[in-house]
């Protein structure tokens, strides 16, 4: 029985099982819309290429999603840069750990819409109150994990630079930061899943562009299928993020380990 | 005169019972002093040699190096402390600079590691690591030497070809070194000076001036000759045919049991 279930052509590769899911996933999409029989509530998959689709020809779709990406990035880049240093600088002193991780705690849980609020009525409907909005949410995270991998530093080693006097700015790029990249890595993954839905709530209160921005006005015409054809844009878009950046990152800084 | 001088120094252990592990060490190096540092396990040989490398700042007493400028520490870890994500080429150009790659590869080849300069420290045994260690120490052209057991995990033959390249290197540079050995044979064949910590009191038992070791190497009856004068000074050395197989910590054990 088991030769013969083993002999049938039912074994795909990793690949092929994805794919099956994701047609799996279609079909229960399908079938929700045919048995709801409301585009206007739940417009089929097919509908939503096609608003996609369109969306694309006139250029929009390209033109919010590259805003959005970019404010992404940039909220992103700022986040890991000033959460990263804080998170080193805690991790290595136990007393300004101990007079700062309060601050922390506080930053941990203030809600998002509160910062994006507040930042909207401080600094003005601007491009800066809304990528500093996305920032100050996102870099508490970043901090509380390269903390704790700043933490576990290997001390012998650094004992080892201490008494041959490297300089510090070796000391950080050959030495500290490798054995950060697991904690760096650990931050950006929920860093950037973080960024983009912050992303999108700053766009739909505040900026006159970006696919927050565009899903707040398809709300407002109760047009749906363009909302989940910006959405899975906007989904694909991440997940090639993740793909072809993340992960071959993630690859390339832990090679040395499987040597 | 310029050298090293330490004067009462002193450090206690809290854990993991309080104790005193070092008691008024006075003590001065000339430079170009080749002084071997003997005692058995426990008797604080490497937290001395911590104190002098700056890394035990929890002493009494003060270290001082008598020259112009702040001394270049070359340090021999008992654990190779090499840079895991780095090769050992890198590990050495870490505390050199980049610009020393060939004098690094020379070093290298002279600890009969050419040829591994590309390969990471975790592809490496033991001993290979460890003698990575060393060229890296001798790289820095240091001012002070620190090796702390070098030779202990490499067999007969390539810890012999090793005694030899210390030999070498101290006779071309007369770098004042402080190697720190349980082993009184090596410490003979090699120093221009003996220091014996007392097992359990943290101070020193002896300290015996020799000539310099540069006909010493390899010859046994030199060796026992230096043994000799050590039996003389502590005057309880055990007598013994062999004085090669002469380990310190149970003839140490013996003597403080005499003295």
Redesign the interface.
């Not at chain 2, 270049?72 to 340090?75: Q, S, V």
């Not at chain 2, 840079?83 to 780095?86: A, K, Q, R």
């Given at each position: 029985m088991s030769r013969l279930a083993g002999a049938l052509p039912i074994r795909f590769g990793a690949g092929w099982n994805r794919l099956l899911s994701l047609i799996t996933l279609l079909a229960l999409w399908q079938a929700a819309a045919t048995l709801v029989a409301d585009p206007g509530l739940l417009p089929s998959p097919f509908a939503t290429f096609r608003a996609g689709y369109a969306e694309l020809m006139r250029g929009e779709l390209l033109f919010h999603v590259g805003i959005t990406l970019a404010r992404v990035a940039v909220a992103f880049a700022l986040a890991m840069l000033i959460g990263s240093a804080i998170g080193i600088v805690l991790g290595r002193s136990p007393v300004l750990d101990q007079i700062f991780s309060g601050w922390l705690v506080i930053g941990l849980n203030l809600p998002a819409l509160v910062t994006m609020v507040l930042c909207y009525v401080w600094f003005g409907l601007t491009e800066v109150a809304a990528i500093l909005a996305v920032t100050i949410n996102k870099v508490p995270t970043v901090a509380a994990i390269v903390r704790e991998g700043t933490r576990a530093l290997d001390r012998p080693l650094f004992e080892m630079t201490q008494v041959f006097g490297v300089k510090p700015i070796r000391v950080l790029t050959r030495v500290i930061l490798p054995q950060l990249a697991p904690s760096l890595m650990a931050a950006a993954r929920a860093g950037l899943a973080l960024t983009w839905k912050i992303v999108l709530v700053v766009e739909l209160l505040g900026r006159p562009n970006g696919v927050g921005f565009q899903i707040r006005t398809f709300f407002n015409y109760f047009d749906i299928a363009s909302i989940l054809a910006y959405s899975l844009a906007f989904i694909a878009a991440v997940i090639a993020i993740e793909a072809f950046v993340l992960q071959p990152l993630d690859r390339r800084l832990g090679r040395w380990r499987r040597a | 005169m310029t050298g090293l001088v330490l004067s009462g120094v002193a450090r206690d252990f809290a854990e993991p019972t309080p104790r005193h592990v070092l008691r008024g060490i006075d003590l001065s190096i000339a430079q170009g002093e080749f002084v071997s540092l003997v005692g058995p396990s426990g008797a604080g040989k490497t937290t001395l040699l911590r104190i002098i490398?700056?890394?035990d700042t929890h002493h009494t007493g003060s270290v001082t190096w008598q020259a112009t400028r702040r001394p270049?520490?070359?340090?021999v870890?008992q654990?190779p402390?090499l840079?895991?994500?780095?090769t050992i080429l890198?590990n050495l150009l870490?505390?050199s600079g980049p610009e020393n790659a060939a004098r690094a590869r020379g070093l290298l080849a002279e600890v009969e590691l050419a040829g591994s300069e590309d390969a990471?420290p975790?592809?490496l045994s033991g001993g290979m690591q460890r003698r990575a260690a060393l060229a890296?120490a001798l790289l820095?052209e240091p001012d002070v030497l620190?090796p702390d057991e070098p030779l202990i995990s490499l067999d007969t033959a390539l810890a012999e070809r090793m005694r030899r390249l210390l030999n070498t290197y101290w006779r071309d540079h007369r770098t004042t070194t402080l190697l720190v050995t349980h082993n009184l044979s090596e410490a003979a064949e090699l120093s221009t000076r003996i220091l014996i910590l007392s097992p359990g009191e943290g101070k020193l038992m002896a300290d015996c001036a020799l000539p310099p070791p540069d006909p010493r190497l390899r010859n046994d009856r030199a060796v026992s000759v230096v043994l000799e004068e050590l039996r003389r000074v502590t005057h309880a050395w055990p007598p013994s045919d062999s004085p090669e197989k002469q380990d310190a910590p149970s003839a140490l054990s013996h003597a403080a049991g005499r003295y």
């Open positions: - | 490398a700056g890394l270049r520490f070359g340090i870890f654990e402390r840079v895991p994500w780095l890198d870490l505390v990471l975790g592809q890296r820095v620190l």
